[in-house]
Structure formats: C-alpha cells, structure tokens
C-alpha cells in the first residue's frame, strides 16, 4: 500500500484524491524533496509540543469526522505560518508545514499512521494539488 517516504523516493501512490502529475523523471522528484526536506529541518524546530499533542488528541477523538481532523490541521497550518518569516513563499511553506506535523504526531503515536497520512493526503489534494503540479514542472523546465 501506501508509503510514507521522506528521503525523496517515490513509492506509494496518492489514493485519496488521485493527484494526476504528467510523468517526471525521478532526479525531479528527488530535487523537490531535498528542498522541501531542507525547509522541514528548519521549520521543525518552531512546532511548539503543545501545538503537536493537540493535534493528537484531534486525532485519537473518534467522534471527529475526516473532514472536522482536516479543518482543523488547516487552521494549525495557517496559525504556525504566522511565525514563518515573510521571505518564504507562502504555499510551500505551508505544504512543509504539514509534512512535519505529519512527522512529528506519527512519531508521537504512531498507531495514528494511516489515520493521520490519509488526512495529510486528504489536504494537500484539496489545497496545494495546483502548486504541487506547478512546482514539478518549473523543475523540469
């Protein structure tokens, strides 16, 4: 099934929502996630603990829909991007931003993996699908 890589490689495939993406080279992949990859180690240290277990706790709530888990990691997003400083694109940052909280609740529960990569699939389809396409192909240009 699905896999959660970090270092670049493409396996996996995005199910929910069929992100569509003309065929890339992998060396374009792998340019896209070594920056991406890069700007995550930064904004890592800004993710305040507090922020990440209350996410958690989102998550481990059962009675909470898919779509209410989503809306809410969309205002935490756009919260922590306030303290993002001004030179960094907005988008990617917050695309980043998601991919490290991802990180940081799997490693804090990790019994809440397909849960919260389902989720962070399920938001990136909705908000960046165009940016996602728009990144890879001013890479391969």
Known sequence: ?????????????FRNGDIELPPTNEEVIRIIAAQLAEIGDQLDKEIQERVVNGLV??????????????????RVVRELIQAIPSDMEQEKAMLVL???????IVNTVPFLLRRVFDTTVNYMNRQFHNYIVDMVSAVKQ
Request: no cysteine; glycine share 6%.
């Open 1 to 13: 099934d699905d896999e959660l890589q970090t270092d670049g490689n493409r396996s996996g495939h």
């Open 57 to 74: 706790q989102h998550f481990l709530n059962e009675n909470l829909s898919n779509e209410e888990i989503t809306r809410h990691m969309s």
């Open 98 to 104: 998601a991919m490290v909280l991802t990180k940081k």
